[in-house]
């Protein structure tokens, strides 16, 4: 039953990551041009040229603003990594477990031991 939660919180999961892309991706444009920006507008002196920095950073800012809901894609995205991790974990502790737990391999240790 876990896994079947498990499954479909991943598929709800990544239904809103790819309806959520598009904002995403414009959202890490926006940011990666907000950061050319600022670095444009720290190296220059003039003073025009700095009005002009800041005109074009409110629309890029206003941009990114307006991709907020790449935020719900990105946490999405995030809960899909943790599905897949828990997922992942779960295969491996159950062999490890299984194995320590049986007796038949504790047994042949225990004989190997005892036959030395």
Known sequence: MKKFLLF?????ALVIVIANLGPMVLLGVSVWLLYLLVKQFLKTESTIKKIGWVMIGLILLSIAISNIYA????AAA???????????VKKHEQIGKSIKDDPFTNFEKQWAELTK
């Open 78 to 88: 995030y809960v899909l990594y943790l599905i897949y991790k828990e997922w992942k």
């Open 8 to 12: 479909t919180a991943g598929v709800i």
């Open 71 to 74: 935020v719900i894609g990105i």
